[in-house]
């Protein structure tokens, strides 16, 4: 069974920082482009970054340019997105997601991991 | 910058009814548009990509049509479990429409 498994959510003040990680199983992660996406409490869905298989290409939403990171450890099959200068308005639910084998959609997506930044 | 624009925001219906929703976006996309459905306190689930390929055990009653900007979903005909938040997608830059609330 495909499965991605996000940890690393906590509580957290503003300039804080954190490292999420998305452990992937049932599938060849190393084959695998990946995405981090996000929900704020009540809020629509919101692209955060990409990912290709050997982390030589990474991209960006403008929200968060310069203060997270994406990675990833091919042999760990686990994804990361790093945190740094926190905002209140970074407070969401963050999901891990897998980009389809054959195409450029994602197809999986894990259980979320809820950051709050908060004072 | 790319920007889907979702509509209604909120869709009333009712069991058995035959529902659409649109997604336009700013700028052409061709037809790599995908399609979520999301339950409340649950991640979405892919039901539609490349704008009308039915995701793998997602139900018939569901399709998508469309290409270039103008896309829409359509449920044939109403289930309680489907009464749900449904987003669409553009996997060139990956933005998200806004989402709609479909509710009863």
């Known amino acids: 069974e495909v499965q991605l498994v996000e940890s690393g959510g906590n509580l957290v003040q503003p300039g804080g920082s954190l490292r999420l990680s998305c452990s992937a199983s049932?599938?060849?992660?190393?084959?695998?482009?990946m995405h981090w996406v996000r929900q704020a409490p009540g809020q629509g869905l919101v692209w955060v970054s990409r990912i290709n298989t050997d982390a030589t290409n990474t991209m960006y939403a403008h929200s968060v340019r310069g203060r997270f990171t994406i990675s990833r450890d091919n042999a760990k099959n686990t994804l990361y997105l790093q945190m740094n200068s926190l905002r209140v308005e970074d407070t969401a639910t963050y999901y891990c997601a897998r980009v389809a084998d054959y195409d450029f959609f994602v197809d999986v997506w894990g259980q979320g991991t809820t950051v709050i930044v908060s004072s | 910058d790319m920007q889907m624009t979702q509509s209604p925001s909120t869709l009333s219906a009712s069991i058995g009814d035959r529902v659409t929703i649109t997604c336009r976006a700013s700028?052409?996309?061709?037809?790599?548009l995908a399609w979520y459905q999301q339950k409340p306190g649950k991640a979405p689930n892919l039901l539609i990509y490349k704008a009308s390929v039915l995701q793998s055990g997602a139900p018939s009653r569901f399709s998508g049509s469309g290409s270039g900007t103008e896309f829409t979903l359509t449920i044939s005909s109403l289930q309680p479990d489907d009464f749900a938040t449904y987003y669409c997608?553009?996997?060139?830059?990956?933005?998200f429409g806004q989402g709609t609330k479909l509710e009863i």
């Open positions: 049932g599938f060849t992660f190393r084959n695998s482009w």
């Open positions: 700028q052409s996309v061709r037809d790599w």
């Open positions: 997608q553009e996997y060139n830059s990956y933005s």
